[in-house]
């Protein structure tokens, strides 16, 4: 399922088959929380952009349009029209950082919605249904995201919650792909290690993890506020303890330096908001840095966002024309933008993995990691 096919250090060039293609890695997987990139960016758009993988929300799509529907039209993949890899969150990161009020006992976490404040409970094996009626090709176990800091004891007690949630999303899993109306019988999971910036528990709750021989594994609770530098310190403290064979998701991270740096220590996938995020807002990622297309500089300025990208935006439209329509409320600058940032993304990683495929990542780490991300 998984090959590492090169190394420099401890950064991994690797190969990852699944079901609904072969992922190249180290990979950026793209955010489609609702089953749309948001700033109006199609499945069809994101092929054109590199995307080999992308990311959808349990959570919201439980709450809308509800993952019967979903799996009543044909499961996730045909119903955003996505032929290649999609990751599924557990959800338990946006019941803990969205609900106001909830509730956390050893069966699940009772919480009210968002949207219209219907209290919902979510178990592990309520995480593990919903995501196998949305077929995806990676579930995440249902965790507990607790906040950083925390004091000590507490995090212990949840790292040890979150081990017990796992083995039961494990037997769930198992149970369901076996059913043979299953929408993905071939579906993967992924486990979570957590323990907030406490390397202690990280390596032990990693040790214990790893045990139960999951497909995948993923470094949760990191990118949450904490400064740079402490969840560089978690991801070198864990990444010895981590399966060699297994792919490693460090997830929601992050800048293209934060990514560079993890990609330094050894981690293969990536996931962040941060490209669609900040699109939206005429922050633009480019070989020189980042760039706000609405600063008056760019009024008359005829080269493109970045004159060394090949993304269609790139292509097509000046500094001037975006900044116009940003200028002009016109949602077309947005979904320029998105189209824009995704695809340095994409391309970064495989900038990366083409670096690690000549033994050439750590000059092209030292050139990039501070510059990338540093506002022109």
Request: charge should be negative.
């Amino acid at each position: 399922m998984f090959q590492v096919t090169k190394t420099e250090g401890t950064a991994r060039r690797g190969v990852f088959e699944t079901v609904h293609g072969t992922v190249q890695t180290p990979a950026f997987m793209n955010v489609g929380t609702s089953a749309a990139i948001k700033g109006g960016v199609s499945s069809l758009d994101l092929k054109e952009l590199h995307c080999q993988v992308e990311l959808c929300n349990t959570y919201h799509l439980h709450v809308r349009p509800g993952d019967q529907v979903i799996r009543d039209m044909g499961g996730l993949h045909k119903f955003m029209h996505w032929d290649r890899p999609i990751l599924t969150d557990s959800g338990g990161f946006q019941v803990f950082s969205l609900a106001v009020l909830r509730s956390i006992s050893e069966e699940g976490v009772q919480f009210a919605s968002h949207v219209d404040g219907k209290r919902i409970f979510m178990s592990p094996e309520d995480s593990m249904r919903i995501q196998s009626n949305l077929g995806s090709t990676i579930a995440m176990a249902f965790d507990e995201c607790v906040a950083n800091p925390s004091p000590w004891e507490y995090s212990k007690a949840s790292c040890e919650r979150t081990t017990r949630w796992l083995i039961r999303c494990k037997e769930e899993m198992e149970r369901l792909k076996a059913l043979p109306d299953a929408v993905n019988p071939h579906q993967l999971l992924f486990g979570i290690n957590q323990g907030c910036t406490f390397a202690d528990l990280r390596v032990s709750h990693m040790e214990q993890i790893r045990q139960l021989d999951l497909d995948g594994y993923a470094i949760g609770g990191l990118a949450v506020g904490e400064p740079k530098e402490e969840m560089y310190r978690i991801i070198a403290a864990v990444e010895p303890y981590m399966p060699a064979e297994k792919p490693r998701y460090l997830m929601g991270v992050g800048t293209p330096g934060n990514i560079l740096e993890a990609v330094r220590l050894g981690v293969d996938l990536f996931d962040c908001v941060m490209p669609s995020r900040n699109a939206r807002h005429g922050h633009l990622f480019t070989s020189e840095g980042i760039r706000n297309i609405s600063n008056a500089k760019y009024e008359r300025d005829e080269l493109p966002i970045d004159p060394a990208c090949d993304c269609p935006v790139c292509q097509n439209f000046s500094r001037s024309y975006i900044r116009h329509l940003f200028k002009s409320h016109e949602i077309l600058g947005m979904r320029l933008a998105v189209m824009h940032n995704l695809h340095f993304y994409n391309t970064l990683m495989e900038q990366i993995r083409a670096a690690l495929e000549a033994g050439t990542f750590a000059a092209f780490h030292a050139e990039n990691v501070d510059k990338l991300d540093t506002r022109i």
